[in-house]
C-alpha cells in the first residue's frame, strides 16, 4: 500500500465536557476512497471539519500530505478539496462568477469544463440562490475540486440528488480515485458507501467501532443470507418443517423470508417442498448481507 | 492580486444585484435627498447651507451603518465564511472588500448629490472643496469600519439593526444633520459629541465652510479618524468565521472601546 495521503491517528476532540471524538485513528491512501459511515452525532463531520482545518483537535496528529491542518492552513488549501455538507455561497454570486472567485484564489484558472462535465455550463449567469439543492451540491462539487487537489473531503455529497446527478456524481468520484486523489467520503447512505468506498469506517459515539473493505465488514456479521420467496399458493407459510441452513423464518407482505447460514441447500430445499406442495413460484431472491445490515447491527450493538 | 480583483468585482455587483443592498446604497438614500430638497428646503431655508455635508454623511449611514452589516452576518450565520476559509479566502478580505465596495458605492451616491444638490436644490456650495472632499472620505471611511464592527459582532441580523439605529436614530435627531448642533440645547451637545455625525458635521463647518463651529472642527476630525482606526482594528480583531465554532480573540463587549476617542473628545472640545 502506497504512503497516506490523509493520516489520522489518536483523533480527540471535545465540545466542553462532551466528548464528541474519543481517539480514532485511520489512513485513506492515494487512489483510494475511505467512506466514514455513522449516525447523527457519531463525530463524521467533526473529524471531517478538523481535517479541513476549521476546527482544531484536542488531542492525536492529522496528516494530510505531511501538513497538519490546524497549523499549516494556507499550504493545506492547495492539497485538499471540500465539498462541505453545510454552507454555501453567497445567493447574489453566478455559477461562472463562482468558478471565477474560487479558481482566483486557488490561482488556478477557471475550470469551465468541470462545469460542462456536471451540466453546469448553461447556467453560467444563473446565481446560486436560484439552483435547486442538487445543482447547488454539483457546484459546490465542482468548486471543490478544481484546483485538482491530491486530496478530497466530501461530506454527504449525493444528499438530495435525483438518481440521474448522484450516478453522474459517482462515476466523477470513480475518475478522481482512478486519476490518484485520496478521497474521505462522509455519507449515511450505506448503498452508495458499498458501492463507492474501498475501505470504510463506522464511527460510533466518537470511536471507530469497525473498519475493512465492505466487504470484509458484511463478513465479518452474522453472515446470513437472505432468501425471499413468493408463491402461488402462499404454501411455504404454512409449512413449519425445518429447511436445512436456515437459522430464521418470518413472513413479510407476500415473501417467505429465510436467513441461512449456506443458501444452496436452502434454496435446493425450498423448491423440492414447494414441488411436493404442487405451488407455484412466482419470484426467488437471494440477497447477501448488505453494509445497510451490518451497520445497523454493529449501531445496535452500540446503542444498546 | 486577480483574487482581489474578481472578489471586488462580485462584492460590487452585490450591492447593485441584491435588492435590500441596491435600497441602502441608492434608493432610500437618494429617494430622501429629493425629499428632503422639495420639502425641507421650503420649511427651513436655511437648511441649504448644511444639505451637501448632511446627505453625504446621511448616504454613509445608510449604506454602510444600516446597509453594511446585516450581509457580514447573515453570510457568517450561513456558513458562507466557511466555505470561504476553506477555499482560500483570507480573513481580511471577507470583511474589507465588502467595506470597500460599499465605501465606493457611497462616493458614487455622495458625488451625485454633491453635483446636483446646488443646481436643483441651491443647496449652499462649500468654500474649501478640498477640505470638503477629505472630510467627506474620512467620514465615508470612519462609517465604513463602524458598520464592519457592527457586522462583526452582531450575533444575528436583529442585532445589527439595534446597534446601527443605536447610532443612525440619534444622529438623524441631534448629530447636526436635520438640526444646527448651535440651537440644540447645551445638555445635549455632550451626547451630540459622541455621535461621529456630530463630528463630522463640525469639521464641514470649520474647515469647508469657514462657518462657526460648536465643537473645535480640528478635535472633531481628530476624533473621527481616531474612531474609525479603531473601529476597524477592532473589526479585524473581534472577526468570527463561522457561529459553531467561535474563534473570536474578544469578548464582543470589547467593540465599546470605540467610544474612547468619543470620550476622550468630550473633554478636549
Known amino acids: 500500500m502506497s504512503q497516506a495521503a490523509i493520516a489520522v491517528r489518536d483523533f480527540r476532540k471535545l465540545y466542553g465536557a462532551a466528548v464528541a471524538v474519543d481517539g480514532i485513528s485511520f489512513e485513506a491512501h492515494p487512489g483510494e476512497i475511505f467512506g466514514l459511515l455513522g449516525p447523527n452525532g457519531a463525530g463524521k463531520t467533526t473529524t471531517l471539519e478538523c481535517l479541513e482545518g476549521i476546527r482544531r483537535p484536542d488531542g492525536g496528529a492529522l496528516d494530510i500530505f505531511g501538513v497538519d491542518p490546524s497549523r499549516q492552513p494556507a499550504r493545506l488549501r492547495d492539497l485538499v478539496g471540500v465539498q462541505l455538507q453545510t454552507g454555501g455561497l453567497p445567493g447574489e454570486m453566478q455559477v461562472g462568477e463562482a468558478m471565477r472567485f474560487f479558481c482566483a484564489y486557488h490561482r488556478v484558472p477557471p475550470r469551465y469544463d468541470l462545469l460542462e462535465r456536471l451540466g453546469l455550463q448553461p447556467m453560467l449567469r444563473t446565481r446560486y440562490g436560484e439552483l435547486s439543492t442538487g445543482l447547488q451540491r454539483r457546484l459546490a462539487l465542482a468548486l471543490g475540486i478544481a484546483h485538482n487537489p491530491p486530496a478530497i473531503i466530501l461530506d454527504e455529497p449525493t444528499a438530495g440528488l435525483d438518481v440521474g446527478s448522484r450516478t453522474e456524481l459517482h462515476a466523477l468520484m470513480h475518475e478522481l480515485r482512478d486519476g490518484g486523489a485520496a478521497i474521505v467520503l462522509a455519507t449515511h447512505d450505506m448503498a452508495e458507501a458499498e458501492k463507492m468506498a474501498d475501505r470504510v469506517a463506522i464511527l460510533l459515539r466518537g470511536r471507530i467501532v469497525a473498519t475493512g473493505s465492505p466487504r470484509e465488514l458484511t463478513a465479518t456479521g452474522s453472515g446470513l443470507t437472505k432468501i425471499s420467496v413468493r408463491t402461488e399458493g402462499s404454501s411455504l407459510f404454512r409449512n413449519e418443517a425445518p429447511l436445512p441452513a436456515v437459522q430464521q423464518r418470518l413472513i413479510k407482505e407476500e415473501y417467505a423470508v429465510f436467513y441461512s447460514t449456506d443458501p444452496g441447500p436452502t434454496v435446493a430445499a425450498i423448491l423440492s417442498t414447494l414441488n411436493g406442495q404442487d405451488d407455484k413460484l412466482i419470484d426467488l431472491r437471494v440477497e447477501r448481507p448488505s453494509l445497510e445490515e451490518r451497520f445497523l447491527e454493529i449501531t445496535d450493538g452500540g446503542a444498546r | ?269
Open chain 2, 1 to 269: 492580486m486577480i483574487a482581489f480583483r474578481t472578489h471586488f468585482a462580485f462584492e460590487f455587483k452585490t450591492g447593485l444585484r441584491n435588492a435590500t443592498l441596491l435600497m441602502m446604497n441608492y434608493l432610500f438614500p437618494l429617494g430622501f435627498y429629493a425629499l428632503i430638497g422639495l420639502i425641507m428646503v421650503q420649511i427651513n431655508p436655511f437648511f441649504r447651507e448644511m444639505m451637501l455635508p448632511a446627505m453625504v454623511i446621511f448616504v454613509a449611514m445608510a449604506s454602510l451603518l444600516l446597509g453594511l452589516p446585516s450581509p457580514l452576518v447573515e453570510q457568517r450565520e450561513a456558513g458562507i465564511f466557511r466555505t470561504y476559509k476553506i477555499n482560500g479566502v483570507p480573513a481580511f478580505s471577507i470583511l474589507a472588500i465588502p467595506t470597500l465596495t460599499t465605501i465606493v458605492h457611497a462616493i458614487i451616491a455622495s458625488t451625485i448629490i454633491v453635483v446636483t444638490a446646488a443646481p436643483l436644490f441651491g443647496a449652499v456650495r462649500p468654500a474649501n472643496w478640498a477640505s470638503f472632499g477629505l472630510i467627506s472620505l474620512l467620514a465615508i471611511l470612519t462609517f465604513g469600519a463602524l458598520g464592519a464592527l457592527i457586522g462583526v459582532v452582531s450575533a444575528n441580523s436583529r442585532a445589527t439593526v439595534l446597534w446601527s439605529q443605536l447610532i443612525f436614530l440619534p444622529s438623524m435627531l441631534i448629530g447636526g444633520l436635520m438640526v444646527p448642533l448651535s440651537v440644540l440645547p447645551k445638555a445635549i451637545l455632550p451626547f451630540a459629541a459622541l455621535l461621529p455625525s456630530a463630528r463630522a458635521m463640525q469639521a464641514y463647518a470649520g474647515f469647508a465652510y469657514s462657518a462657526p463651529t460648536v465643537f473645535d472642527p480640528a478635535i472633531s476630525i481628530a476624533v473621527l479618524a481616531a474612531t474609525g482606526v479603531l473601529a476597524a482594528g477592532l473589526a479585524i480583531y473581534l472577526f468570527d468565521w463561522d457561529r459553531v465554532n467561535r474563534t473570536r480573540r474578544g469578548h464582543p463587549l470589547m467593540a465599546l472601546l470605540v467610544l474612547v476617542p468619543a470620550v476622550i473628545g468630550l473633554f478636549l472640545g
